[in-house]
């Protein structure tokens, strides 16, 4: 799916120029992704993560050359809150893509309450954090685009991971009844991957084979068993749903929860 990235974009070229988009978790996996295609629209990306190596290594395949790199701690709220503000100060943001790591597998009774707090703080506290700073300078520009990376268990929970499934649900209830107040210029949705070729689901590949003994390449391949396009999704393609779900001509789409999963899930 390299291809994306260079003659076949799907949308025209510089389509986003003018606009700048803070992706959160771009060092690896989908936001990386999504930052690479945003920069091929013609955003200006700052581009969000913890590991500065990572993210200067990705700074260097970006189309363009004025992208910025944020390193931060997601869970560190304190630290989001003066960070982001300190950005708002020095240039307008237009769009915004919530994005981080899943907490580990297992079942969900073998949480404790304690197992909460860290994966909460880095997605639905980050998140409003983040929303509340920049939704006013989005309204004064008269544009915004708000997309966060959720999950297909926001619709049908997936078992063995009953933290992330309770997380899921709570993003998803959030950015709903966002969609039914924010400002008419901003828009606010979710994108629900599926089986996507990233190290979150190696990880998760590894956890179900620790608890049952089934071989990794039979998880892989029960997995695509139920997959209709019977492979694993490119993280581009997710990158490119968000993209589309940032551009001016999809203002109109709000509160909706986007599946890129391959025609994994049964539900309509």
Aim: with cysteine; hydrophobic share 40%; aromatic share 4%.
């Amino acid at each position: 799916m390299k291809e994306l990235l260079n003659k076949g974009f799907p949308y025209a070229d510089n389509i986003l120029e003018g606009k700048t988009a803070l992706v959160c978790g771009a060092s690896k996996g989908i936001g990386r992704a999504t930052a690479l295609m945003l920069a091929r629209a013609g955003a200006k990306v700052i581009i969000c993560a913890r590991s500065v190596e990572e993210l200067e290594i990705l700074s260097k395949e970006m189309h363009g050359s004025n992208h910025i790199i944020l390193a931060l701690d997601l869970e560190d709220i304190a630290t989001v809150e003066s960070k982001i503000s300190d950005l708002v100060r020095g240039q307008p943001i237009h769009i915004l893509v919530n994005n981080s790591g899943g907490p580990p597998g297992g079942p969900l009774l073998s949480n404790t309450i304690d197992d909460f707090e860290a994966p909460f703080k880095r997605h639905l506290h980050a998140a409003h954090t983040i929303t509340r700073i920049l939704t006013p300078v989005m309204e004064k520009e008269n544009y915004g685009r708000i997309v966060n990376i959720i999950s297909t268990s926001v619709r049908e929970p997936i078992d063995n991971i009953g933290l992330s499934n309770t997380l899921r649900g709570a993003m998803g209830s959030w950015a709903k009844s966002l969609s039914r107040e924010l400002n008419p210029c901003i828009t606010i949705n979710n994108i629900l991957p599926g089986f996507t070729d990233t190290d979150r689901l190696e990880s998760l590949a590894g956890s179900i084979s620790n608890r049952t003994g089934d071989s990794i390449d039979d998880i892989q391949k029960k997995w695509m068993d139920s997959v209709p396009i019977k492979r694993l999704i490119d993280p581009l393609e997710t990158g490119a749903a968000v993209t589309w779900l940032c551009l001016p001509s999809s203002g109109a789409v709000r509160g909706i929860s986007l599946a890129v999963d391959g025609g994994r899930m049964r539900s309509i």
